[in-house]
């Protein structure tokens, strides 16, 4: 069994506008001139580079932004153009019309791989993202993305969870393993039916957004063995300092898990993956990070945990931000290799992305396979060097240098969406029917 990364291709409306309130980066740079292709591009490199380790890739389209469907739903009617001028006088329903923010796909979905699963198979489910109004639109076409690529006999595809039990997919979701099947580990910040037994405390500054019913649904769905499946609560104080999926503050891969102590409310968490591993043969190796090494603020700035933990060529190996080059990140990272098995720390640059507090762990939704699954996933969506050339050219060619959220509304730029988009379905051999405004 291998994994693979399917990144998020950063689409051309790429944008900063403030929309995700508990996300630190989000509301700090609202307003702020975007660079799509530089964005675009940073994410190109990113999975280059990644490749270049060893680590297989692949790739997901972005989304159709601005969404006509979306603001006609939202009640402005009219031809496009005119849909778009009235919108303009809600400037936050046409920037969540228009975000880029599929771009995260470890948001896209929760992916159980089939060692895991009882009926032998890989299973997803569309996460609902109904925590945003800018990302509760993704899941259809996250969904119709996910069936095109994985449409052999070894995938089975799941309806999102119930909108009202926020699902915010793999962000919220590790998974360890040894050799076989694995533990599963779903992380929720919230219960749909009020406060869970044994909560301490409940986020007073920043809003939960998965609930632990919805984690439950997922694993039900995906045939996963109860006994090798953990339920945990994210902390309080962690969701408060800008902690708002799992994977801001917990990075986990194969044996290891590199976690900062105040990652989950209770207590003995820690403990309980310990144990759940051992029982299963699973020699967790657990890298507790300390407030006084890392402080949450700091792990907040630097995005350390949202690194990708990757199977490289040369070793265990982690691939974060470059944001994680100052501050105690950088002497915490530099003692790292001596204290833990990851041997290797690289540091890439995605800026753009980072702004909106999307680090290299969000822009990748990770899918692990058998040879035989692998074989029947959609080829032209996995990458070489040649294809991610043909991406850049791509790039280079259809997305805008700069972008102001004025821009949204000029009707010139649906129309080099629609071009772009179009062109893509050619590149990765994806029909002429993908999108909504294809058919
Ligand atoms: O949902 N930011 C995204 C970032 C998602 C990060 N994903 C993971 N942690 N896996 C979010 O908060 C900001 C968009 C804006 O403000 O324009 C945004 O949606």
Known sequence: ???????????????????????????????????????????????????????????????????????????????????????????????????????????????????????????????????????????????????????????VHHAPVLATMGDEGAANHTRFHHEGAGVELFVFGRSVFGPSSGATASPQRFPARQA????????????????????????????????????????????VHLVHEHAFEDDDALERIDKTCADFGIPLETVRVREDEVALAEAVRSYLFNSQLVRAEQGLTLVCPIECGEGATSAFLEALPSRSSIEHIALLDVRQSMRNGGGPACLRLRVALTEEERSGVHAPCLLDGEKIDALEAWVRAHYRE?????????????????VALDALTTLLALGSDFYEFQR
């Open 402 to 418: 700069e972008l102001t959220p004025s821009d949204l509304s000029d009707p010139a730029l649906l129309d080099e969406v629609y």
């Open 212 to 255: 632990r019913e919805a984690s439950e649904v997922v694993a039900r769905m995906h045939g996963l063995d109860p006994a090798r499946t953990l339920f945990l609560r994210q902390s309080a104080r962690a969701i408060d300092a800008g902690v708002f999926h799992n994977d801001v503050i917990a990075v986990g891969h194969e044996h």
């Open 1 to 155: 069994m291998r994994e693979i990364n399917f990144d998020g291709l950063i689409g051309p409306t790429h944008g900063y506008a403030g929309l995700s309130h508990g996300n630190v980066a989000s509301a700090s740079n609202r307003g702020r001139v975007s660079r799509p292709r530089e964005a675009a591009l940073q994410g190109l490199a990113k999975m280059r580079a990644l490749l270049g380790l060893g680590v297989p890739q692949g790739v997901l389209p972005p989304h159709e932004r601005p969404h006509v469907p979306t603001l006609r739903a939202l009640g402005f009617s009219g031809a496009p153009k005119e849909v778009l001028e009235w919108a303009s006088r809600h400037p936050l329903l046409l920037a969540s019309a228009a975000s880029a923010s599929a771009m995260w796909t470890a948001n896209a979905a929760t992916v159980s791989p089939s060692a895991d699963c009882a009926d032998g198979k890989v299973h997803f489910t569309p996460a609902n993202l109904s925590a945003k109004v800018h990302r509760a639109i993704e899941p259809a076409q996250s969904g119709r993305a996910l069936k095109r690529i994985f449409s052999s006999a070894h995938f």
